[in-house]
C-alpha cells in the first residue's frame, strides 16, 4: 500500500463548478499536512498546509481528518487558471521527509 | 521563501556517461533535499544532504550511483553516474523555509535529464 494515496483523475469541470479531491495516508504519526499544485512542466508549489481545524484561503478549503487519516482540498469557483496536478504531501515519521503522493490532475474547461 | 536555482535547466545526454546538477539557494538553510520525478509520476526523495557530513540516502537510493556533495549552506551538487535511459527524470532539490517552525518545502525549478 503507498503511503499517500491520491485518485489519480483526471477531473474535468467547467468553469464555476465545486471539485472536490480526497487523500489518504497511512503513517498515522504523521504531523504535517500540505496541499501543492503542480503545472505541467514545473516545479510543485505549495499551495496550502492542512490543519486539524480546517483551514480556508480564499476558494481553497483544506480539512485534515486524524481519525480516518484523510485530507480534503475542495476548490469553489474553478477558475481556467486551476488546471494543474494538485499533489498531496505528508510528512513522515522521520520529521523533515515529505511523502507525495501521485497527484490529482484537474483540468476546468470553458 | 527562498530563491532556488538548479543548473542545468536540461541535458540529453549518452547512456554510461555522468552529469552533475548544480543547487544554489539564495540563503544559508541546514538541509537540502533531493528529489526524481520520474514521467508521469510524483516525487521521490533521493537523499538528504547535510552540510558536514555525508548525505542520507533514501531506500533505493545509492551513494555510488547518485554521489551528492554540500561544501556549504547555501549550495548542493547532485551527480548521476553511468546514466542509462531509466534515469531519465526531472531531479528537483528544495529547501525547508527559514524563518518558520512547519516543514514545507520549497522548490528549484529542477533539471530535465533524457538519457539515450
Redesign the interface.
Known amino acids: 500500500r503507498k503511503e499517500v494515496e491520491q485518485d489519480p483523475g483526471p477531473f474535468n469541470v467547467p468553469e464555476g463548478a465545486t471539485v472536490a479531491f480526497n487523500c489518504t495516508y497511512s503513517n498515522s504519526a504523521s504531523q504535517s499536512f500540505f496541499w501543492y499544485r503542480q503545472d505541467c512542466r514545473k516545479e510543485p508549489k505549495l499551495l496550502m498546509s492542512v490543519y486539524s481545524s480546517g483551514n480556508e484561503d480564499g476558494r481553497f478549503t483544506a480539512q485534515l481528518n486524524r481519525a480516518s487519516q484523510y485530507i480534503s482540498l475542495l476548490i469553489r469557483d474553478s477558475k481556467l487558471s486551476d488546471s494543474a496536478t494538485y499533489l498531496c504531501v505528508v510528512n513522515s515519521r522521520y520529521g523533515n521527509k515529505l511523502v507525495f503522493g501521485a497527484g490529482t490532475i484537474l483540468r476546468v474547461k470553458s | 521563501s527562498a530563491v532556488i536555482s538548479q543548473k542545468p535547466s536540461r541535458d540529453i545526454c549518452q547512456r554510461g556517461t555522468s552529469l552533475t546538477i548544480q543547487c544554489q539557494v539564495d540563503s544559508q538553510v541546514t538541509?537540502m533535499?533531493w528529489y526524481r520525478q520520474q514521467p508521469g509520476?510524483?516525487?521521490?526523495?533521493i537523499a538528504?544532504a547535510n552540510q558536514g557530513s555525508e548525505a542520507t540516502y533514501?531506500s533505493g537510493f545509492v551513494i555510488d550511483k547518485f554521489p551528492i556533495s554540500r561544501p556549504n549552506l547555501t549550495f548542493s551538487t547532485l551527480t548521476v553516474s553511468n546514466m542509462s535511459p531509466e534515469d531519465s527524470s526531472i531531479y528537483?532539490c528544495s529547501v525547508?523555509p527559514r524563518d518558520r517552525l512547519?516543514?514545507?518545502?520549497?522548490?528549484?525549478?529542477?533539471t530535465?535529464l533524457t538519457v539515450l
Open positions: 538541509m533535499f509520476q510524483s516525487l521521490t526523495l538528504t533514501e528537483l525547508p512547519a516543514n514545507e518545502q520549497f522548490f528549484g525549478p529542477g530535465r
